[in-house]
């Protein structure tokens, strides 16, 4: 009998940790997770650049194809679309017109406007700048 008792109890307050864990703690697990979708495309975006920029400096052209960049071996592979973007989004290269425009790689940003903002709040203190629902990552 006592040992079932001692059970109990110890059942009963592991429940109470865990909700009261959950009740306090959700709110910064939520936010982490968020966090680390948005460093996981920031990385992803940076590797493009690296390739794209690698690229440039062998064949002395720019290119806008991130699947030629697959193709000619600077990329392993075109990387996957990021949990925060948007549903039917994908990499893109958006060169500029003239050398003093900037090149980008950018992708939509999935989720309504308070999830996108969320996402550009802590892409301001990464690297990189959102313009509306697009993330834009300098090349």
């Known amino acids: 009998?006592?040992?079932?008792?001692?059970?109990?109890?110890?059942?009963?307050?592991?429940?109470?940790?865990?909700?009261?864990?959950?009740?306090y703690l959700?709110?910064?697990?939520?936010?982490?997770?968020?966090?680390?979708?948005v460093t996981t495309m920031v990385n992803q975006a940076q590797q493009i650049?690296?390739?794209n920029t690698l690229y440039n400096v062998d064949e002395a052209k720019?290119?806008?194809?991130?699947?030629?960049?697959?193709?000619?071996?600077?990329?392993?592979?075109v990387p996957v679309r990021p949990v925060v973007a948007a549903d039917s989004a994908e990499w893109e290269i958006t060169l500029g017109a003239t050398a003093a425009d900037r090149s980008y790689v950018h992708i939509e940003l999935g989720g309504d406007a308070g999830d996108q903002a969320?996402?550009?709040?802590?892409v301001s203190k990464l690297v990189g700048a959102c313009e509306g629902s697009v993330y834009n990552y300098p090349l």
Request: glycine letters at 6%; proline letters at 2%; a negative charge.
């Open 62 to 77: 720019s290119t806008d194809s991130i699947q030629e960049l697959v193709d000619l071996g600077y990329l392993k592979e």
């Open 118 to 122: 969320t996402v550009c709040d802590i």
């Open 1 to 23: 009998m006592y040992h079932l008792l001692v059970g109990v109890i110890a059942v009963a307050l592991f429940a109470a940790l865990t909700l009261t864990g959950a009740f």
């Open 49 to 51: 650049s690296a390739a």
């Open 26 to 37: 959700g709110p910064q697990f939520t936010k982490a997770t968020i966090k680390a979708h």
